[in-house]
């Protein structure tokens, strides 16, 4: 198939998946008619059933933190995907697919050294990107950094805009994870776990957290959180991947089509905090219920899209959150045909379109990074939730165990 009728048969399937046929793992290529859907998955499928190689998983220093040593993990696929897993902040420093001449292209943006992650990648450090982090205790935004529980009132250290940003000054992103690996036939796992003291960013309780990262020959990146405590407290955790599928240094995003598997989203005040209602996208430039470019309404004049100078705002995904894992977003860049297919059982994606990347930012690929260079789709609990009884509750207490689970599939190389 020639590289037009593959862009074709990639961009039915993305308009299948804008009419709402998007349904399980796996069936974003199964969208569309066999005929153009074939084509996306053949470099994961055939090449595992052909040749039946095992993924690996392989790890090398990679630099050293507060004494503690870093280790990079490279996890392999045996179509070509891989991904690379830094134990600094879970983070996920690249995400790389052949291109057609067999040459790895860099889906992920991030930093090519741990002095660059240590430097740029917190707020705390000057910068506040988070790049490929593991994001807690709790993701997006506790406003004021102050939250109620049990009748007791806790605080958050302040870090942005007024409020407490991704767990406060010094979060998940920027604590040495504990790693542990397994392997079988089709996958291989990276799981790190960190135990966050009690009191520890003002959070109650002992708080034991695991993140698995699994790759399978599926084209297919899992990642499962679980956590427990000691003491009621509130938890929400994520990945803070940015994505070009064009490659980390290509340049802006805006090109690339957005899948929203949401109706309905939740706007912000003048601090980027959920006012409490649950909106209709419909009408709106927060509609990407069928395949639009990123860039098509980033610049209308709209008052959320002000706040956020761009897209930075929470959907609600459709369908029950908690069960198996339901699609929540599907984009493609129309030029290579690369896609990226995300499933969780997360009740929020936050879609953020890369808006405070202003240049002063050197990527992996010694690239500068400017504004919408990747976007980020954070799966989540709601911002805020801890302040808002009509959001779903990110209480945690003592015998029960926080779980959830989002899916990453890479096709269309």
Do not use: C
């Amino acid at each position: 198939m020639n590289s037009l009728s593959r862009r074709q048969a990639l961009a039915a399937a993305a308009a299948a998946a804008g009419a709402g046929t998007l349904a399980a793992p796996g069936a974003a290529q199964a969208a569309a008619s066999s005929s153009a859907a074939r084509p996306a998955r053949s470099s994961s499928s055939s090449v595992s059933s052909s040749h039946g190689r095992p993924p690996t998983i392989t790890r090398e220093a990679f630099g050293q933190v507060n004494g503690a040593t870093v280790y990079r993990y490279t996890l392999a696929a045996a179509n070509g995907l891989t991904v690379r897993i830094l134990t600094y902040g879970g983070i996920v420093q690249a995400v790389q697919v052949p291109d057609e001449h067999g040459r790895p292209v860099d889906l992920a943006l991030g930093f090519a050294t741990l002095d660059d992650y240590v430097a740029h990648n917190s707020p705390q450090a000057g910068g506040g990107v988070y790049f490929g982090a593991l994001i807690g205790r709790y993701a997006n935004r506790i406003a004021k950094g102050t939250f109620t529980l049990d009748g007791v009132t806790y605080h958050i250290p302040i870090n942005n805009n007024g409020n407490a940003l991704h767990g406060g000054t010094i979060g998940f992103d920027q604590k040495v994870w504990t790693p542990s690996v397994s392997s079988g036939r089709d996958s291989v796992s990276l799981k790190l776990e960190y135990v966050s003291p009690d009191g520890e960013m003002g959070f109650p309780g002992t708080l034991t957290t695991q993140a698995t990262y699994t790759l399978d020959n599926r084209g297919r990146l899992t990642l499962v959180f679980h956590a427990t405590t000691d003491k009621p407290t509130v938890v929400n955790l994520t990945n803070h991947s940015y994505w070009n599928l064009a490659g980390e240094s290509s340049g802006n995003v805006y090109s690339q089509l957005l899948y929203l598997n949401a109706d309905r989203y939740t706007p912000v005040d003048s601090t980027q905090i959920p006012t409490g209602q649950i909106a209709t996208v419909h009408g709106t430039p927060m509609d990407f219920t069928r395949p639009t470019p990123v860039g098509a309404r980033i610049a209308v004049n709209n008052p959320q899209l002000l706040i956020g100078q761009g897209y930075d705002l929470n959907w609600v995904v459709n369908g029950p959150a908690g069960g198996a894992p339901r699609p929540a977003a599907h984009a493609v860049d129309p030029r290579s045909g690369r896609a990226l297919t995300i499933y969780t059982t997360q009740p929020g994606i936050q879609f953020y379109s890369g808006n405070f990347l202003t240049g002063t930012l050197v990527g992996t690929g010694n690239t500068v990074y400017r504004q919408s260079y990747g976007f980020a789709l954070e799966t989540q609990n709601f911002p805020d939730a801890p302040n808002h009884p009509n959001f779903p509750s990110s209480v945690l207490r003592p015998g029960q165990a926080y779980r959830h689970t989002s899916i990453y599939e890479i096709s269309g190389f």
